[in-house]
Each structure stands twice: as C-alpha cells, then as structure tokens.
C-alpha cells in the first residue's frame, strides 16, 4: 500500500468486508484510534505494522481469488476475472473459451493496449480510472461489439457488466457477458458506485 492510497484502500478494504476499526486493532495490535488516524490521513503504521496489515489484507484475498479462479473456470456462462492493472487475465469461464476459442491461453497477459471501444472508457477516462482504483466505483454496465483488437476476439454485440472490487494492492474487476438485442447502442450504460449502492 502506498501512503498516499492508504487511507482510502483501507477504509474502503473495511467497509466492503464489514470489519470493525476494533478488530483491525486487535488484529495490528493497536488502538482503535490508530485505526481511526490512517484511514483519516492524520498518521501512518510504522513500516512493521504496515507489512503487517498487507499480509491481512492479503491473506485472505490470496485465498478468494483462488477459489474464484476454479469456480469462474467450471460456469458454462460467459465470465472472466481481470486485474485492473494492466487488464490482465486472471481466471476464464468454460462458456467465454466456448465463444471465443483460445481466450484461457492468455491468463497472466495485459490486455491494457489492445483494448478498443467501449472498454477503453475505464482505462481512458482519467476521473472513472482513478474512481475505481479508489474502490468508489463497484460496477460498469455497458455494450460493445469487441473489447480488444485481437484475432479471436471476434464481433458480436452483447452486453457486459463489470464488478471492480479491491484486492490488497490491486483491483479485481469480474466480468460477465450477455446476450443483447442487436439493435442496442454500444456505449456506457450505467455506473454504480459503492457509496450508491450500500446507502440501501
């Protein structure tokens, strides 16, 4: 984690997860107003209780994206797991490799420079890029005929929906795809952010 990002990642790390400023203290043992100090800016763990609080974060995040790589991979839906960073792939549906045969090869490969369209719109839009690596945004829908302008990415209209959520250091974003009307406009269509979405 980096000072500048640490206040924001780790309020919003809590928040998400439902935990308590009491039982990251606990955890660190520190006090709740520690806690209470880094997420509001005012003071910083030292570089041991740092270290410390990554490998919690971590720990367990380590742990989900293993299990959401072997239960994305068994879905007949079309679905995939990307790093935002880069927009690499972490973890491919069976029905995403249906549609488009030999996607799975590229786990671990950054896809960020081939994007096209539609996708472009989160990597491109500097106020909607740094929204989501700040864990504001939770979901992007939007329609696109291709996300990449690679070869097997082949043309068809359908629309995708886009879950970003924080993964220790990085952003995770799951994708799901969908079958849409052929006459639907490619574009953005909607943005949820978190704050939005956890007011209900």
Request: glycine share 8%.
């Amino acid at each position: 984690m980096t000072e500048i990002s640490l206040a924001e990642k780790l309020k919003t790390w809590r928040r998400v997860n439902g935990i308590k400023q009491n039982a990251i203290a606990t955890a660190l043992g520190v006090s709740q107003a520690a806690v209470s100090r880094w997420e509001n800016g005012v003071d910083l763990p030292s570089i041991e209780i740092l270290q410390r609080l990554t490998d919690l974060i971590a720990h367990g995040i380590r742990d989900e994206l293993a299990i959401d790589r072997r239960f994305i991979e068994r879905l007949s839906s079309v679905e995939a797991i990307f790093d935002f960073d880069g927009i690499r792939l972490q973890a491919a549906s069976a029905g995403l490799n249906r549609l488009w045969p030999g996607f799975s090869r590229l786990i671990g490969r950054s896809f960020e420079h081939r994007m096209i369209g539609e996708s472009r719109v989160a990597i491109d839009d500097g106020d909607l890029r740094k929204s989501i690596l700040r864990g504001d945004v939770a979901i992007l829908v939007g329609v696109s005929t291709r996300h990449t302008n690679l070869e097997l990415d082949t043309e068809m209209r359908h629309r995708w929906i886009a879950r970003f959520r924080l993964d220790g250091h990085r952003v995770l974003a799951t994708m799901v795809y969908e079958p849409c009307p052929p006459d639907t406009p490619c574009g953005i269509e909607d943005i949820m952010r978190l704050d939005d979405i956890t007011v209900r």
